[in-house]
């Protein structure tokens, strides 16, 4: 196990050191009053800016804490910012794959659906947007659980719902499929909510690569997978295009 | 084989767009530049001209390179722009004489209304179909006339020419001061209060009373047909069709028959409806517009009820109120209560448009009460847009005997999913969204693509419109009533706010 961050420490401190009174403090009096280098204290603040933990003050420039801390335990994207962040990729992804497509996020231990792109061949559909599906059941869910959007073990204790007789019911094989989730990238759901059904997921992310989000595109199996019951490889990387890109455009660097 | 496309150019109030489509209509590459607004005087606004056409030599060759296309897979060009506004530019320098004056500029509104108290509306329907009003070109043209020294000798002696934009796009793209083609399309000279909207040819008594000379007009030619090849940024593609913006969106969503209609929802909202050839006189205060002439083919005209404020009342919202921080949070915020607790905002800032035409009118907030909160404001200011589009479809199905089954609806709003169920809800009709999100750009790559080819008609174009989401009314008709009851007598508390003048 490697040692503290240092950067991380001096970031720590200065969010204490501006949460310490009410008044709002210059690059100087950070650095001096941490014994930092001006260049060093201001690289650190930036970065606090930049994922909105630190404000500054257009006139002064001075410093203080940033409103995105106050609400550092609720989700800090709102659902309807990543439905119109989201709507030309998903449109796109629907438009290529064929099939329907939604966008899911974590709402008290279910999957909201916040967005949902009708497969495009013109028959009777209903919008979904606003529907809870189970996190354990769906490929939307599986992605939130793996990347840590939403937390297993309430999920487990409640007990799994069986939905059909491929939902994973039992803990170890769900626990087993979320770290293939993980090695992957991505997610799937085969006949594990509704038989004929299958889909697949991958992660929105956000600033830093937390994720915040699931794009899936779902229909019949027989579309969804090959022969052998596995998502077909080009599905997939229509999808994780889509999600890339829509993690680029929230801010997340690397994906 | 090597893969073809059809390339629009969007040239539009904020931005020039430009997006590569292929042969199935779905989108390939885009490339987007903003341009600087100008506001020199409260009410007026402005573009630099020559900044627009810098920034469309630009980013073609972003487009094409972002995704390694050649300018020889390139088929056709299209383009669609910004509406009226108004570009003087110098026939011998290709320099513009002064700067753009946009649609939303009200600068000639003492003009104006001089117009309607004589030669009085009539006049001006019979022979354009457009009320007088800020919003359309001749008038703007003659107040230039009026302020800019010489300026009118000048236009007489031929050596300045006028143009809505894509005609200043068009003449650049075609070799400019050096024998660059000087044309505008129908669409674009039906906005402009000088063309005779039956004959689509410049009105002889239009263009004597506002005292502009025909040598400086461009010739009006079908919407959809081949000009002439670029000579720059992209030589030797075909320039084959030109667009009014609000009409390419049309032609995007596939709008062909006759009673179709789409609504454009940005930062105003535009609602047109595909009348055939058949031009129907409003008489409920819409405008009758060209919808499309494809070549030597009868024009089809449209009936179109524009609506000044309504994405820009939720921007408002945001930047002047500062009680939600990005615009799609308005929807967050109307969720958190149940209905509008009886308030309702007209967003009358600076006058209303259709149906009203009142430019004495100015916002108002109603129903306040100490129960109201800023949930209740923001289900109020997404309720606006709804309401404003229901006045419109209902003069739309007085004026027209084709009732509208659906509505067909694009532009950035739609991602709001709370105002799209609202509006199914106070029309009582589905609202249906399509798969590409730009029918503007979209609608301009189709009318290029049918005149060189590439799409053979237009059914094949209508089998490439796909349903992405579709919201069904769920609202109880009596509630409806009330709501909209409300709705209209808040209209008239905004109606003639504005007195003639002001104290010294």
Not at chain 1, 16 to 34: I, T
Not at chain 2, 325 to 348: F, K, Q
Not at chain 2, 469 to 490: G, L, N
Request: charged share 20%.
């Amino acid at each position: 196990m490697a040692g503290p961050v240092q950067s991380i420490e001096r970031a720590a401190a200065i969010l204490r050191l501006l949460a310490g009174g009410p008044r709002r403090l210059g690059l100087g009096e950070v650095a001096s009053s941490l014994g930092l280098a001006k260049g060093t204290a201001h690289g650190i603040l930036r970065t606090l800016q930049h994922v909105d933990f630190v404000e500054q003050d257009e006139a002064t420039g001075k410093y203080q804490l940033g409103a995105a801390l106050l609400h550092l335990g609720t989700s800090y994207l709102d659902v309807n910012e990543l439905r119109s962040r989201s709507i030309n990729w998903a449109d796109a992804l629907a438009a290529r794959s064929g099939e329907a497509v939604r966008l899911g996020t974590p709402l008290e231990g279910k999957v909201l659906v916040v967005h949902h792109v009708f497969r495009p061949d013109d028959t009777l559909q209903t919008l979904d947007v606003g529907t809870l599906l189970p996190l354990h059941a769906c490929s939307l869910g599986k992605v939130l659980l793996a990347f840590g959007a939403e937390p297993v073990e309430p999920l487990v204790d409640a007990g799994l719902e069986e939905y059909t007789r491929h939902t994973l019911v039992r803990s170890e094989d769900l626990s087993r499929a979320l770290v293939e989730v993980r090695e992957l990238g991505w997610g799937a759901e085969v006949q594990e909510m509704a038989m004929g059904e299958a889909g697949v997921a991958a992660p929105i992310r956000g600033h830093g690569g937390l994720v915040v989000g699931a794009i899936g595109v779902s229909g019949p199996v027989e579309r969804i997978c090959d022969t052998k019951g596995r998502p077909q490889p080009a599905l997939i990387t229509l999808l994780r295009e889509a999600a890339r890109a829509i993690s680029r455009d929230l801010g997340a660097a690397r994906w | 084989m090597v893969e073809r496309y059809v390339m629009s150019i969007d040239q539009g109030t904020t931005s020039t767009r430009c997006i590569l489509f292929d042969h199935r209509g779905r989108l390939v590459t885009v490339a987007q530049r903003e341009h600087r607004q100008f506001f020199p005087q409260p009410g007026w606004v402005e573009h630099d001209a020559s900044e627009i056409w810098r920034n469309l030599e630009r980013i073609v060759p972003e487009a094409l390179s972002g995704v390694g296309i050649d300018v020889g897979q390139i088929t056709a060009i299209g383009i669609a722009n910004q509406r009226e506004t108004t570009v003087l530019w110098d026939r011998r320098t290709g320099a513009p004489v002064c700067r753009a004056i946009v649609w939303q500029d009200v600068r000639t509104a003492q003009l104006v209304e001089d117009l309607g108290r004589s030669p009085g509306d009539a006049f001006f329907l019979d022979r354009c179909c457009l009320p007088p009003s800020t919003y359309f070109s001749a008038p703007r043209l003659r107040w230039l006339f009026d302020h800019v020294d010489g300026l009118e000798q000048r236009a007489r002696d031929g050596e300045v020419l006028f143009g809505t934009v894509e005609s200043w796009v068009i003449w650049n793209l075609t070799g400019g001061a050096d024998g660059g083609l000087h044309i505008t399309d129908a669409t674009n000279a039906s906005r402009t209060m000088l063309m005779n909207i039956r004959t689509l040819t410049w009105d002889p008594e239009l263009l004597e009373f506002f005292g502009v000379p025909s040598a400086m007009l461009p010739e009006i030619r079908p919407s959809i047909e081949t000009y002439g090849q670029a000579r720059s940024v992209l030589p030797g593609v075909p320039i084959t069709a030109a667009l009014g913006d609000q009409q390419a969106a049309l032609f995007g969503q596939t709008c062909f028959s006759p009673g179709e209609a789409k609504c454009t929802y940005g930062t105003g909202s535009f609602l047109v409806m595909n009348t055939g050839t058949d031009l129907v006189r409003s008489r409920h205060g819409l405008l009758t517009t060209v919808a499309y002439k494809i070549a030597d083919q009868p024009t089809v005209y449209a009936l179109e009820g524009p609506i000044a404020v309504t994405g820009s009342l939720v921007q408002w919202f945001r930047d002047r109120l500062g009680l939600i921080s990005s615009a799609p949070e308005i929807e967050t915020l109307a969720l958190t209560v149940e209905d509008n607790g009886g308030c309702y905002i007209v967003p009358a800032f600076s006058g209303l448009f259709a149906p009203h035409w009142r430019s004495d009118a100015r916002g108002v907030i109603v129903g306040l009460t100490s129960y109201i909160t800023k949930g209740h404001l923001a289900r109020a200011v997404l309720e606006a847009t709804g309401w404003q589009t229901r006045e419109v479809v209902d003069a739309m199905n007085a004026d027209s005997a084709l009732a509208m089954k659906e509505l067909k609806v694009d532009g950035g709003m739609t991602s709001d999913n709370l105002l799209m169920q609202f509006l199914a809800d106070v029309l009582d009709l589905p609202v249906v969204r399509p798969l590409v999100a730009e029918t503007v750009s979209l609608g301009a790559a189709y009318a290029a693509g049918l005149a060189a080819g590439f799409w053979p008609d237009l059914e094949v174009l209508r089998r490439n419109w796909h349903r992405a989401a579709q919201w069904m009314p769920d609202m109880d008709p009596e509630r409806r009533e009330w709501e909209y009851e409300c709705w209209k007598r808040a209209v008239e508390r905004s109606l003639g706010w504005i007195r003639p003048s002001g104290p010294a």
